[in-house]
């Protein structure tokens, strides 16, 4: 996610989105945080580089 917002130029910060306990091995759900002013932008950028139709390869 960040690697898209970051092509984008747009800033962001990942933060977990709930406690997560230290024994646990997978990832938990994280929130994205952009400023305000780019929100509608870094949510079209999101869209636009993981539309499947955009995809390339096999």
């Given amino acids: 996610m960040q690697t898209i917002l970051q092509s984008?130029?747009?800033q962001s910060e990942l933060q977990?989105?709930?406690d997560h306990h230290p024994s646990e091995l997978a990832?938990?759900?994280t929130k994205v945080f952009v400023p305000e002013?780019?929100?509608e932008a870094?949510?079209?950028a999101i869209e636009a580089l993981?539309?499947?139709?955009n995809v390339i390869g096999p």
């Fill in 8 to 10: 984008a130029g747009i």
């Fill in 16 to 18: 977990p989105a709930v």
């Fill in 27 to 29: 990832d938990g759900p």
């Fill in 37 to 39: 002013s780019t929100l």
């Fill in 42 to 44: 870094a949510q079209d």
């Fill in 50 to 53: 993981t539309d499947p139709e």
